[in-house]
């Protein structure tokens, strides 16, 4: 009885004001809204695919467009620098600043190399006459939706290796705590988490 | 929240989502059919996500105040806009053949 009497004490003067119901800073609130706003973008973006490639009677066969192996080495490169930048959080967030500069800078390398490979890629489709409006496989929309959510993705990308740069020159600096390197990681890791839908989506399916 | 997670926890879930990515790269490979290795992947998919959210972003440590609204409120309108276009696709696609 007396539990109950305490949890209701407890959530009464939970509504009363003072104190964070979430139990985050507002700062990582805010991230957390940002990061489900840019989900539904490329909700978004996805379903309207998946109304075309139902609309459609025909659809490229994804393995003769693109070369399966250089998409798996970026889905490798990508979960290698999620698993970096978790470290990278763990050790800003026990004080191991070396260790935590060392392994956002190995993030942000994950993420160049991924572009890179990206870069490769758009190159050997726009070098085989795909454009937004048209390619050699018949199906306009296909090209249209790859260059559209692979190219929105990729600059999700290189946004975040450019905020992983200025966030290791802060932690070096002692500029930066634990808290700022775990929000520029959950940023990291949803681009991330993204890259497993398209990838699965787009790719796969 | 990440006070929580040892280094070789993130490692771990690394392994597991390699191995779930190269399983996802070989099923088209093995005999299933169509809808299987549909099903299979789209499983693998939501798996990676868990893991990732879970694991890499440490929403199991959160209060489920937060981490219940951010994953139901998202899967389920990401959900709900693919029904409601998505869907549409098939019935158009079934007019237009003859």
């Known amino acids: 009885m007396d539990l109950v009497t305490t949890d209701v004490a407890a959530t009464e003067a939970h509504w009363k004001g003072g104190v964070s119901p979430f139990g985050v800073s507002w700062q990582k609130l805010m991230m957390w809204l940002f990061l489900v706003s840019d989900a539904l973008l490329f909700a978004g973006f996805l379903a309207a695919y998946g109304f075309e490639r139902l609309a459609s009677p025909a659809w490229p066969e994804r393995s003769e467009v693109f070369s399966m192996a250089a998409i798996g080495t970026m889905t490798f490169v990508l979960i290698t620098s999620s698993a970096t930048m978790a470290t990278a959080v763990g050790a800003a967030h026990r004080g191991d600043l070396r260790r935590a500069t060392r392994f956002v800078l190995l993030t942000a390398l994950g993420g160049l190399i991924f572009l890179g490979f990206q870069a490769t890629e758009w190159a050997a489709l726009i070098g085989e006459g795909a454009s937004l409006t048209g390619n050699p496989w018949g199906v306009p929309a296909f090209s249209a939706f790859f260059f559209m959510i692979t190219g929105f993705h990729g600059t999700h990308v290189l946004i975040g290796v450019i905020v992983l740069l200025l966030v290791a020159a802060r932690v070096r600096a002692g500029r930066t705590s634990g808290s700022g390197v775990e929000l520029v990681g959950l940023y990291w890791h949803f681009v991330d988490l993204v890259w497993v839908f398209i990838f699965t989506c787009f790719y796969l399916i | ?98």
């Open chain 2, 1 to 98: 929240m990440s006070g929580h997670t040892s280094y070789r926890t993130y490692w771990i879930t690394w392994i597991v989502l390699l191995v779930l990515t190269l399983s996802m790269l070989f099923v088209e490979a093995t005999p299933f059919t169509r809808i299987l290795t549909v099903l299979f992947l789209l499983g693998a998919m939501l798996a990676k996500a868990a893991l990732i959210g879970g694991w890499f972003m440490h929403l199991r440590f959160e209060r489920p105040a937060l981490w219940i609204p951010l994953v139901a409120g998202t899967l389920l309108t990401a959900a709900f806009l693919f029904f409601l276009i998505a869907v549409d696709g098939a019935a158009m696609q079934r007019m237009a053949v003859p």
